[in-house]
């Protein structure tokens, strides 16, 4: 296959090939299980949208892999995000949270 040919490609080989890696990619950024399972589901109709424009069907991984931290970057920019308590540090922070007492 030359560099812009992505005739072999197909969404749902990439989906096969790919999904557990971009999964456990998304799992580790936003460190919730559903939201990592929808935000994989968007990486992948992302990536068949735009599979076509792939230039060098080698760096297919890299460009899924951008693609998939695109899509959390921009769930984290949305105001419901902001607004059900979660950040990128989510799950890692041992603070108290409001009106909880330090180490209850």
């Known amino acids: 296959m030359s560099p812009g040919d ?3 490609l197909t969404s749902e080989t990439v989906f096969r090939q790919y999904r557990e890696r971009i999964y456990r990619h998304i799992l580790h950024l936003v460190r919730d299980e559903a939201e990592a ?13 735009r599979l076509e424009t792939l230039e060098d069907p080698a760096a297919l991984a890299v460009w899924l892999y951008r693609i998939a931290t695109h ?34």
Not at 37 to 49: N, S, V
Request: hydrophobic content about 20%.
């Open 6 to 8: 992505t005739s072999g």
């Open 37 to 49: 399972e929808d935000l994989t589901q968007e990486t992948f109709l992302r990536a068949h949208r």
């Open 71 to 104: 899509v959390c970057y921009d769930r984290f920019r949305q105001p419901s995000y902001r607004r059900a308590g979660k950040s990128l540090d989510a799950g890692t922070d041992d603070s108290p949270g409001p009106g909880e007492e330090p180490g209850a």
